[in-house]
C-alpha cells in the first residue's frame, strides 16, 4: 500500500504478529522508530489478536504503522500472512513482538538487498542475540534466542523475504499452529532455487523471559509442529536422532523411561537404560564447580527440572505425531 503522507510505495515492509505482549511490542516499536532508515521508505505492519484487555497501542507518531485488528485469534502464520499481503513493499522483513531491531536494521537489510541485486531469489537473515538489557536474566529456565550463523529453522525474529518469493511459494502454510511455519517457510523458498544469505551485521535483539517450572512445561507441551515438518518434508526425517526422535534428549529419556518401567521384571538392571540420559543432562547443565551442599542441592533441582521438561516436549511431540500420523518423539 503506499504511503499516504508521500504517494510513494515503501520499499520494505516489517510485519510483526501480536498476541498479549504489548508492552513488549511497545519497546519493539519504540527500536523501529529510530530506524536510521528514513521513514518514507519503510513502513510497519502489525496483526495482533482482538485485545482482550482493552488496552489500546500508543507508538511513535513519527512511525509510518498500521495495525490489523482481527475479530478473532490467530496463529502467527496466519498474522504474518495477514500482514505481508497488505502491503505492496517488494520486501518483507519478518520479526516478533519481544525483539528490538537495531537502529540500522533495516538500512542493513537493504544494503544486503542491494548488492544482491535485489533479486527475487535471495532471502535475508540476520543475526540475533539476547536483549543486551535483559541478559542478566538469562539463566536456569529463562529463555531467549541467539543466532549467530545461517539457522537451518529459518527463525522469523530476523529474516527478510522479496514479496516475489513470497507469492511464489504462496507465503506461510497456515496448517503450523504453533512454531514450523518459519522452518516450513525457508525450505519451501530453496526447494524453488532461492538461496538463504546470512548477514552478521543484521541485528536483532530478542527479549529473555524468565519463566518457572510450570511455564516452561506448557511451553513444551506447545511443541507438536516437528512431525508436521517431517511429513511436509520427509528428507528432515535423515537429521533426526535415529531417525524417530527430535532430539538426542527424547531419544536418551524414553530409554530412561522405559529402563525404569522395567526395573521391577529386570531387578534393577534396566536401570542402567537411564545412564546415557543422566550423562547428557549434566553435560548440558551450566559447568559450575560443586563445592558446597547448596551448590549440589541446586544443581540437582536444575537437573530434576531439565528432566520434566524433556519429558514434555516428548509428550507434545508425540501429541503431533499422532495429529499428523508422522513417527516421532
Given at each position: 500500500m503506499n504511503d499516504p503522507r508521500?504517494?510513494?510505495?515503501?520499499?520494505?515492509?516489517?510485519?510483526?504478529?501480536?498476541?498479549?505482549?504489548?508492552?513488549?511490542?511497545?519497546?519493539?516499536?519504540?527500536?523501529?522508530?529510530?530506524?536510521?532508515?528514513?521513514?518514507?521508505?519503510?513502513?510497519v505492519i502489525v496483526v495482533r489478536d482482538r485485545p482482550s484487555r482493552g488496552l489500546e497501542l500508543q507508538p511513535p507518531p513519527e512511525l509510518p504503522l498500521r495495525v490489523i485488528e482481527l475479530d478473532h485469534d490467530a496463529e502467527p502464520s496466519r498474522k504474518r500472512n495477514i500482514g505481508w499481503r497488505a502491503s505492496d513493499a517488494p520486501l518483507v522483513a519478518f520479526t516478533d513482538d519481544d525483539c528490538r531491531p537495531a537502529a540500522d536494521w533495516l538500512e542493513s537489510l537493504l544494503a544486503a538487498w542491494d548488492n544482491h541485486g535485489r533479486s527475487a531469489d535471495v532471502f535475508l537473515q540476520g543475526r540475533t542475540e539476547p536483549d543486551p538489557d535483559e541478559r542478566h536474566l538469562l539463566h536456569r529456565l529463562a529463555r531467549s534466542q541467539t543466532i549467530r550463523e545461517p539457522s537451518p529453522t529459518f527463525q522469523c525474529c530476523n529474516i527478510a523475504y522479496p514479496r516475489r518469493l513470497l507469492e511464489r511459494v504462496g507465503g506461510f502454510d497456515e496448517e503450523f499452529d504453533f512454531g514450523g511455519e518459519d522452518t516450513d517457510l525457508g525450505l519451501r523458498a530453496l526447494d524453488t532455487g532461492a538461496r538463504r544469505i546470512y548477514f552478521d551485521d543484521v541485528l536483532v535483539w530478542h527479549a529473555v523471559h524468565p519463566r518457572g517450572l510450570a511455564a516452561a512445561v506448557r511451553d513444551s507441551l506447545r511443541w507438536k509442529s516437528q512431525p508436521l515438518l517431517i511429513k511436509r518434508h520427509p528428507e528432515l526425517r535423515d537429521q533426526m536422532v535415529h531417525r524417530y526422535f527430535?532430539?538426542?534428549?527424547?531419544?536418551?529419556i524414553v530409554l530412561a523411561a522405559a529402563g525404569v518401567a522395567l526395573a521391577p521384571r529386570t531387578g534393577g538392571l534396566s536401570l542402567l537404560a537411564a545412564i546415557p540420559y543422566a550423562r547428557w543432562n549434566r553435560k548440558a547443565a551450566p559447568r559450575k564447580r560443586l563445592t558446597s551442599p547448596r551448590s549440589v542441592a541446586?544443581?540437582?533441582v536444575l537437573l530434576a527440572e531439565r528432566t520434566v521438561i524433556d519429558a514434555a516436549e516428548v509428550v507434545g511431540t508425540a501429541r503431533g505425531a499422532i495429529r499428523y500420523r508422522t513417527p516421532l518423539l
Open positions: 508521500t504517494g510513494s510505495t515503501p520499499e520494505v515492509c516489517v510485519v510483526i504478529p501480536n498476541r498479549n505482549r504489548d508492552t513488549r511490542l511497545t519497546f519493539a516499536l519504540d527500536a523501529l522508530a529510530e530506524q536510521t532508515l528514513a521513514p518514507d521508505r519503510f513502513e527430535w532430539k538426542e534428549a527424547h531419544a536418551g541446586a544443581l540437582s
